[in-house]
């Protein structure tokens, strides 16, 4: 029982005990992705380099991969490295880069004992030998895990997985009278997923940002202005919370029974 492995983890009385009793389990986001941001601004508020901000959010992608999995999620997405961020100073991609294979390297363990499957969505063969071997690692070592899929995006645009995903039409001879909505999400790096239900953003930006733009189409958005390297369990579940609270009605018209969570 997923709530039992999440609650399992808690010392007992910690705050994040209440907070975990109120989710309802029946109404659970299936897939969670998050623009991990503000990395920049907590290492500037501590007078600290850049890179500080990215090293400390590495417990916070720890900690929110971990409550997902034991919550019960079936899938959670992490933008962890956009198309656009090739352009900020090459120390900083390198220490980006440094940082996602030593993740991969320690946390595999605790990924494959959380029978966590392990995917990369992106571009990733323009990523340099290294780092792709580390992700190939994890991706085939943990290929057989039936629990939560946990996709990260590297090297990911959302308008170019859209241009990917038409190439891939075309190369493969499609027709126009062969794509529908389902086929071409078929065509997609999500293909086989449900599409986000809950969208987070930290550190209070308003803006999506070239993520998933085709999956997002009707993804219930959450900001929330901590800053990424503060983001912990609390916070996923505040948000969970939240998105259980919300109407969804999917371009039809208002009904108070379709409230999540609803009785
Ligand atoms: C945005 O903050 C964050 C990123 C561009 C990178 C996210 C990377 C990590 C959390 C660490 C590595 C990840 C893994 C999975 C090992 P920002 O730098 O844009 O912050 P700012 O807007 O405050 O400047």
Redesign the pocket.
Known sequence: MPLDSLLASIPPGHPDEALVRQVNLEQLPAHVAI??????????QRHLP?VE???N??Q??RDTVETAARLGCQVLT?????IE?WK?PLT?VST?MS??K???RSELDTLLSNDIRFRVIGRAHELSPDVREELDRAVTRTADRTGMIFN?ALNYGGRAELVDAVREALRTGMTPDDLDEARFAGLLSTAGQPDPDLLIRT?G?MRVSNFLLWQIAYSEIYVTDT???DFRRRHLLEAVLAYQKRDRRYGGIKDPHAVIGAP
């Open positions: 623009i991990m941001d503000g990395n920049g601004r907590w290492a500037a850049r901000g990215h090293r959010g590495i916070s992608v992490l933008y962890a490295f956009s961020n900020r900083e980006l940082l996602l030593r993740y991969l990260l550190s930006e800053l990424w390297p």
